[in-house]
């Protein structure tokens, strides 16, 4: 039972153009929503996230937009890098547990940025 | 300002030994979480603990593992008679405050082979 999706395993984008990460999710009692960004060997990085009471947060390069009618949430990356060559994890808190509890990820989309 | 340590970074056992995970929060932080990724996988919660206090193990199998955050010294994730399945990535991650949506940051991780 997957409470959180990530349904495009891989994603290649040429540098310089504009990356859309997506994912879904199934428990409506989520409230914060995050995303990190992990090398192979090293830990996830966080990198930006959003609050279920907005509908969108920016940060640099980084955006992300929840549509929470839908249960879907997406990354934006522009414009995109070869250092954001990296496996991206989509991850939501609250739930039942509610209050700071144990992050529930996708599996992760692996983004290869092109030269 | 060192991050999230995790030792030892590779940990190679036989099946029905021991694996005794080591992780030192940041500075400041009191929460303390772990999580398990098996291959192709997202990360999976285990159990979130603050200083000398469990506050949820829903994530953790009921048999052979434990973890404590005693009042001096680093987390310990215990794993007792390890089998195949074991096999995994095991991260450690902290934050400073128990808040809806708190970032967490992670360490390396810890590689589990059992043999």
């Known amino acids: 039972d997957q409470q959180v999706k990530q349904n495009s395993p891989s994603l290649s984008v040429q540098e310089g153009r504009i990356s859309i990460l997506n994912c879904d999710y199934t428990?409506?009692?989520?409230?914060?929503f995050l995303w990190y960004k992990k090398y192979p060997a090293e830990g996830p990085t966080f990198l930006i996230s959003?609050?279920?009471?907005?509908d969108k947060n920016e940060d640099g390069r980084f955006t992300v937009f929840l549509n929470k009618s839908a249960k879907h949430l997406s990354l934006h990356i522009v414009p995109s890098q070869p250092g954001d060559s990296a496996v991206y994890f989509c991850?939501?808190?609250?739930?039942?547990?509610?209050?700071?509890?144990?992050?529930?990820f996708g599996k992760g989309t692996h983004l290869i940025i092109q030269p | 300002n060192a991050g999230v340590m995790q030792n030892p970074r590779h940990l190679v056992r036989r099946r029905g030994q021991e694996a005794r995970l080591r992780c030192s929060p940041m500075k400041g932080h009191s929460h303390v979480y772990w999580y398990r990724q098996l291959p192709e996988e997202g990360l999976k919660f285990m159990v979130y603990l603050q200083k000398e206090n469990i506050i949820d193990e829903s994530g953790m199998p009921k048999e052979r593992f434990s973890a404590e955050f005693p009042k001096e010294g680093p987390s310990i994730l215990r794993i007792q008679q390890v089998v195949r399945g074991d096999s995994a990535a095991y991260f450690c991650?902290?934050?400073?405050?128990?808040?809806?949506?708190?970032?967490?940051?992670f360490g390396p991780g810890t590689r589990l082979t059992v043999l």
């Open positions: 991850a939501a808190s609250g739930g039942e547990r509610g209050g700071a509890d144990g992050l529930t």
């Open positions: 959003i609050s279920s009471i907005k």
């Open positions: 428990n409506s009692m989520f409230d914060y």
């Open positions: 991650a902290s934050s400073p405050r128990q808040l809806a949506g708190a970032e967490q940051f």
